[in-house]
């Protein structure tokens, strides 16, 4: 089971200038692979060749080879930021031609102090006690402990106004106990989820 727990951070100025540096940068990428998308979509609607079809792999190889040069800017920050977009992007598109009546097509990502975010991959960070540890940047404080304990399976740093939070995904799958206090907690503001635990107890003696 996957539960997320969000933290603000307790940032300085310059922790506080380079989580911006790295939102900006994931916006960045983002807003360069839509650009370079088009741009092979409509080569390949005017070739109809195979070779010329849209291919966010080639995009991620092409930006890989030219950003040492021609961004090097992205390197002051975890590389995670300017990974994920590639990961994004696809799963945006991917979402776009199951349903086009319910996606859109992806659209430029413009700076939003409340959007601003992101990702970072479960290796490239970790949690002591009331610490986060990120890459390029060092330890930084958070304001509260992580409420569950389990294997970390991501991180997502995003902004809202002027603070900053991580989000953090575990998976507690094989802590029955952590799981039932979740499901306990969510009770209060949903009664309904009661019998969704009564029915998951009944499938895990069922099991035995």
């Avoid at 950003?67 to 930021?81: G, H, M, Q, S, W």
């Avoid at 199951?98 to 413009?110: E, I, L, N, W, Y």
């Avoid at 106004?161 to 106990?177: A, F, H, V």
Wanted: contains cysteine.
């Amino acid at each position: 089971m996957l539960i997320g727990h969000k933290i603000e951070l307790e940032v300085n100025l310059k922790q506080k200038e380079h989580l911006s540096k790295a939102c900006g940068i994931a916006r960045f990428v983002y807003n360069w692979i839509l650009e370079n998308y088009k741009k092979q979509l409509e080569k390949y609607q005017e070739t109809k060749e195979k070779a010329d079809k849209p291919d966010i792999l080639k995009l991620k190889k092409e930006f890989n080879k030219i950003k040492r040069d021609e961004f090097p800017f992205i390197l002051e920050v975890t590389k995670c930021a300017s990974e994920q977009p590639f990961a994004n992007f696809q799963k945006a598109m991917n979402n776009f031609f199951r349903d086009k009546k319910r996606f859109s097509f992806p659209k430029k990502k413009v700076r939003n102090d409340n959007r601003d975010r992101f990702y970072i991959s479960n290796d490239k960070f970790k949690v002591e006690g009331n610490y986060v540890f990120l890459p390029k940047i060092g330890k930084i404080k958070l304001k509260e402990d992580l409420k569950y304990k389990g294997k970390i399976m991501s991180g997502v740093i995003s902004k809202s106004g002027n603070k900053y939070y991580i989000s953090i995904t575990l998976d507690i799958s094989n802590n029955k106990e952590q799981i039932d206090d979740f499901y306990k907690n969510k009770i209060i503001n949903n009664p309904r989820l009661k019998d969704e635990i009564k029915v998951r107890n009944f499938r895990e003696e069922k099991s035995k």
